[in-house]
């Protein structure tokens, strides 16, 4: 079985030039890299992950944890994986991926597992997990707001949840609508809690104040009611509203769908009767609805991407300045489910 040492020899480098070829971890030149492939290929040479941790000491592990309930992954948490694990393999690194039940963090937790880091998608006020990986001093980045109060600095990839709000409430309101309904995210996350500020904040911009109707929180997410959220909240507001809602702004294509179904089932029609927005949205998908949603591209797979990068400075496979804190772009996608209201 040939070694490194073996394709060092035929390629005509060194050792650690083989190794960076293969971690990623140094740049090489792509001569270099091409005759270190074609050596490794000639031999049949394939890289040890296990050697490769007890020389370099770590894991070549990350984790990756996510709260979940009893559904299927959205798409936003597909293209964010796919984001995450593509980037992580340009740095010669595995993604442990950990489902742990929300609100039920108990050990062993990711701080216990081989890991080298740990990235934290869907931060909560005060979340246990950034707690434990806190207080173990394992390096992370959480993807999204910290709230947590004794971690004053951590690093961070998110969107501009705020100025995403303000988009949205100006792009409706621009175009006629002033009692809008938003089925926010679910209540103590921190993308929650930024979003109902802004939303209050936005339309406050427009003196238009916040009914209690006019705002939602999405079911916790072992709730027997989160696959079914937008449903209830939709009929509900559409028949008691003393002020007809005219827009509705739904926190994902789940909540988003179950709004739709609920204008059907009223006998209303999208947009001619209510407007839909959607901020996270299945941009594959979007077209494929009748009409075709408008919505809010987050990027998710480069929030994935980045995350990596983040992690990957603090672990010191990156070097030089780096940002503590990244902000992802995000941009309204247009679809045919906003109607410029003629009563403008």
């Given at each position: 079985?040939?070694?490194?040492?073996?394709?060092?020899?035929?390629?005509?480098?060194?050792?650690?030039?083989?190794?960076?070829?293969?971690?990623?971890?140094?740049?090489?030149?792509?001569?270099?890299?091409?005759?270190?492939?074609?050596?490794?290929?000639?031999?049949?040479?394939?890289?040890?992950?296990?050697?490769?941790?007890?020389?370099?000491?770590?894991?070549?592990?990350?984790?990756?944890?996510?709260?979940?309930?009893?559904?299927?992954?959205?798409?936003?948490?597909?293209?964010?994986?796919?984001?995450?694990?593509?980037?992580?393999?340009?740095?010669?690194?595995?993604?442990?991926?950990?489902?742990?039940?929300?609100?039920?963090?108990?050990?062993?937790?990711?701080?216990?597992?081989?890991?080298?880091?740990?990235?934290?998608?869907?931060?909560?006020?005060?979340?246990?997990?950034?707690?434990?990986?806190?207080?173990?001093?394992?390096?992370?980045?959480?993807?999204?707001?910290?709230?947590?109060?004794?971690?004053?600095?951590?690093?961070?990839?998110?969107?501009?949840?705020i100025q995403i709000v303000h988009d949205i409430c100006d792009y409706l309101i621009a175009r006629g609508h002033v009692n809008l309904m938003f089925l926010n995210a679910t209540e103590g996350m921190t993308v929650s809690v930024e979003r109902k500020a802004a939303f209050i904040e936005a339309l406050?911009?427009?003196?238009?104040?916040?009914?209690?109707?006019?705002?939602?929180?999405?079911?916790?997410?072992?709730?027997?009611?989160?696959?079914?959220?937008?449903?209830?909240?939709?009929?509900?507001?559409?028949?008691?509203?003393?002020?007809?809602?005219?827009?509705?702004?739904?926190?994902?294509?789940?909540a988003a769908f179950n709004a739709m179904n609920a204008i059907q089932d009223l006998g209303l029609r999208i947009p001619e009767d209510i407007s839909l927005f959607v901020i996270c949205v299945d941009l594959s998908m979007m077209h494929q609805t009748v009409p075709p949603l408008t919505g809010m591209?987050?990027?998710?797979?480069?929030?994935?991407?980045?995350?990596?990068?983040?992690?990957?400075?603090?672990?010191?496979?990156?070097?030089?300045?780096?940002?503590?804190?990244?902000?992802?772009?995000?941009?309204?996608?247009?679809?045919?489910?906003?109607?410029?209201?003629?009563?403008?």
């Open positions: 079985m040939a070694k490194i040492d073996d394709v060092a020899r035929l390629a005509g480098v060194s050792k650690g030039t083989v190794s960076n070829v293969f971690s990623q971890k140094r740049p090489t030149s792509k001569k270099v890299t091409e005759r270190v492939l074609k050596a490794s290929k000639e031999l049949n040479y394939v890289p040890n992950h296990i050697a490769r941790s007890l020389v370099t000491k770590k894991t070549m592990a990350i984790g990756l944890t996510i709260p979940h309930g009893n559904f299927f992954f959205s798409a936003f948490h597909n293209q964010f994986i796919n984001g995450v694990v593509l980037e992580a393999s340009r740095y010669g690194y595995r993604v442990l991926l950990d489902m742990l039940p929300v609100l039920e963090v108990k050990t062993p937790s990711l701080t216990s597992y081989p890991i080298d880091g740990a990235i934290v998608l869907g931060p909560t006020e005060e979340d246990e997990r950034i707690r434990l990986l806190h207080m173990n001093g394992m390096p992370f980045v959480t993807v999204g707001k910290i709230l947590n109060g004794q971690v004053k600095e951590a690093p961070t990839v998110n969107n501009d949840n406050a911009k427009h003196r238009i104040a916040v009914r209690d109707a006019m705002h939602h929180y999405k079911p916790r997410i072992q709730s027997e009611q989160y696959l079914r959220y937008g449903y209830a909240e939709t009929i509900r507001v559409l028949r008691e509203s003393e002020e007809k809602v005219t827009a509705i702004i739904a926190d994902d294509d789940r591209d987050l990027q998710p797979s480069e929030l994935g991407a980045q995350s990596v990068k983040l992690l990957m400075h603090k672990l010191g496979s990156i070097e030089g300045d780096y940002p503590n804190h990244i902000i992802i772009a995000s941009k309204i996608v247009e679809g045919a489910s906003v109607l410029q209201r003629l009563n403008h």
